[in-house]
């Protein structure tokens, strides 16, 4: 089952932020976030494990709420460059590896000036 | 280092043709899979492995084999082509099937059946 996230699409001014939202109805042991620009390859962003710290990077950050069973990436003043789709992939408790990420269907992304 | 090559960047097939997509890493990389990508469904696994000589299913394995006889190769067979495999197909590598690795992309190769 993937996982869903929300929203499906958002529009934001550059220096604005904006969370995105990856919800599981499993119980997870860890979430991967990726962007992909249009036309490229997904590139990895950030992991959170079950029990991990909440993790950034420069103005891109995420968290995991296990009791929810979500993880929720947030953009902090957005850039230009912010913009594509961004993907969470997790990993449910019991699969046995991580090799077997199930991918949300993404969150379109466009950063307007 | 290159990364993750996968050739070709675009195929166009016919119904019932075969083919075979390649992918490539140069990272000495232990784990790789195929994922497809259709418009609102996000990445699909179709294969994996987690090394030489071993491969699993994902979760829309149908119509696709794969083998891996290198670390560094690890190609996708389509059997005999339907539209409904008309798809992006990527093709992604990591060091590990540990949950604290990070997986690389390739180009992906654009595929379409008629």
């Known amino acids: 089952q993937q996982p869903v996230q929300s929203p499906q699409a958002v529009i934001l001014r550059e220096g604005e932020d904006a969370v995105i939202n990856c919800s599981s109805s499993k119980a997870l042991y860890s979430v991967h976030w990726y962007r992909q620009k249009h036309g490229e390859a997904p590139v990895f962003l950030m992991i959170l494990l079950k029990g991990g710290e909440q993790k950034g990077h420069e103005k891109i950050s995420a968290s995991f709420n296990e009791k929810k069973q979500q993880s929720s990436l947030y953009l902090t003043a957005s850039q230009l460059s912010y913009s594509g789709t961004y993907f969470c992939?997790?990993?449910?408790?019991?699969?046995?590896?991580?090799?077997?990420?199930?991918f949300g269907t993404g969150t379109r992304l466009q950063v307007t000036l | 280092n290159a990364g993750v090559t996968q050739t070709p960047k675009f195929q166009v097939l016919k119904t019932g043709q075969s083919m075979t997509l390649q992918c490539a890493q140069d990272m000495n990389h232990e784990y790789m899979s195929w994922y497809r990508q259709d418009p609102g469904m996000g990445l699909r696994l179709i294969h994996y492995s987690v090394g030489a000589g071993i491969t699993d299913q994902g979760e829309v394995p149908n119509g696709y084999n794969v083998s891996r006889s290198t670390t560094e190769d690890f190609p996708l067979r389509l059997l005999s082509a339907a539209p409904s495999q008309t798809s992006v197909y990527f093709c992604?590598?990591?060091?590990?099937?540990?949950?604290?690795?990070?997986?690389?992309f390739g180009p992906g190769t654009r595929l379409t059946v008629t």
């Open positions: 992604a590598s990591s060091s590990s099937q540990g949950s604290t690795y990070e997986q690389y």
């Open positions: 992939g997790t990993e449910w408790l019991g699969t046995g590896t991580a090799s077997k990420l199930t």
